[in-house]
């Protein structure tokens, strides 16, 4: 079953007079369940395709389906709660909040009332604990390591136990310890039927995938790449 479909989708900008085609006609499927890695050079349009699929970049033209719902047919605010509940997000940069803590930074996607409840602490309890964080707890990100942050950033974009995880170079600001641990986190987080792409410029990923594609000037290079 494909948990995201998408076909002949495009993403064309006018600068300084010149049409810049960050995706040119893509057509991609992804299997409920995969780790699909999309590798390639800076400018290649890697982001412009995550945040594309994560519902958040409007494409110029083509469709583009998750679960058979056409996903920019969707008003705004209804496409808003679908991301919110099926698609959790994980940054190069983290994006924590500086004055929250650990604990709090992670119940962000259930903030106000639902945050208070129990079932979303138990499940901060048990990220904090799946991801090594629990020291951490009531730190502020000032006083944790960038791997400490990117463990917050995943556990925040768990929260919610979203079907598709989408990290953008999660571990471009990690040095290769830290960096096998992210990798290693977002395998494990596979493996519990979790769709995982991961964009990234390296080969960090491989032994992980199950499938890489290459993109390159906003075009998937034809051969692609199985893994066992």
Do not use: W
């Not at 992804?30 to 290649?44: A, D, H, I, N, Q």
């Not at 699929?53 to 389906?65: A, F, H, K, Q």
């Not at 990100?141 to 556990?155: C, D, F, I, N, Y």
């Amino acid at each position: 079953m494909n948990m995201i479909s998408l076909e002949n989708v495009s993403k064309h900008y006018l600068k300084r007079n010149r049409i810049v085609r960050a995706l040119d006609e893509i057509d991609l499927r992804v299997g409920k369940g995969e780790f699909l890695v999309v590798r390639g050079p800076s400018g290649s349009g890697k982001t412009t395709l995550l945040l594309t699929i994560g519902g958040m970049l409007c494409p110029t033209s083509g469709r583009l389906e998750m679960e058979g719902r056409d996903l920019y047919g969707m008003k705004a605010k209804e496409r808003a709660e679908f991301r919110a509940e099926k698609i959790g997000f994980v940054f190069q940069l983290f994006h924590l909040i500086p004055y929250l803590n650990v604990t709090e930074n992670i119940l962000i996607p259930v903030e106000g009332r639902s945050a208070q409840e129990p079932g979303f602490k138990k499940k901060a309890g048990a990220l904090l604990d799946r991801l090594n964080l629990v020291d951490r707890a009531a730190h502020y990100p000032a006083e944790l390591s960038a791997g400490e942050k990117q463990r917050t950033a995943m556990a925040r974009a768990l929260i919610r136990k979203p079907d598709i995880i989408l990290a953008d170079e999660p571990t471009g600001n990690l040095d290769p310890e830290n960096a096998a641990e992210i990798a290693r986190c977002l395998r494990e987080i596979q493996t519990d039927t979790c769709t995982v792409i991961v964009v990234t410029h390296g080969q960090e990923y491989d032994s992980c995938a199950d499938r890489v594609i290459q993109l390159d000037q906003g075009r998937i290079v034809p051969r692609q790449r199985h893994l066992s």
